[in-house]
């Protein structure tokens, strides 16, 4: 009686054993699934500051550039004083001619014939037809690239609309390395090259954004 009442006892510790060992197995696998939880948990969270950072970084750029067009538009805005110009000094709306004429830049420098035929091309790349009355090349001659033609229209309406379709050339075949220019005068030349570095810094700074030069400004898409 006594050596079955062991074997009950002994029997009983054994599954009480194994009750403990089941109930250690299951909570190691709560606990690992509790964890698995845990680093998606903490990789969701990583995500979203990423994302957010990037929004923030994107937004700080847009201001940044922002910032920069306003700056240039005050500055280009902005009077300035200078030493003034005598009473019959030709000021560059006053130079007879100017306000018909446009320098085009990166057209390949041949013969007259050849440029004539050249030009043509890149106006009816543009949809316009008109009228030139003169053209010549301006500067020395540069092996590296081809000097300026500076080319005289009959009506400024002409080549105000060559201008403002000028932009439409980067998309071009032929004509994608040529620049419309207005004649301008040498401290105007100046102040449009650094307009051009600043929209060009801040196309880098901000890619998706649309800027572009309209009346010596800087102007927002």
Known sequence: MKLARATMNNFETVISVENLEKQLREC??????????????????????KQQLSTVTASVQKVKAYSTVLAQNCAATSPKVGKPLPVNHPTPVQQPG?????????????TDRVAKTTLDELFEELNEKPKVTTMKRIGERNEKR??????????RATLLALLRKARNLKDSKQFSAVYLSPDLTPSELKEQKALRSTLKRIRSEDPDGCYFIRNNLIQVG
């Open 98 to 110: 100017r306000e018909k004429n446009m320098v085009v830049f990166g057209l390949p420098e041949t």
């Open 146 to 155: 081809p000097r300026p033609l500076l080319v005289s229209l009959e009506k």
């Open 28 to 49: 190691k696998e709560e606990l690992d699934r509790h964890r698995v939880n845990v680093i998606e948990l903490q990789q969701t969270v990583i995500n979203h500051q």
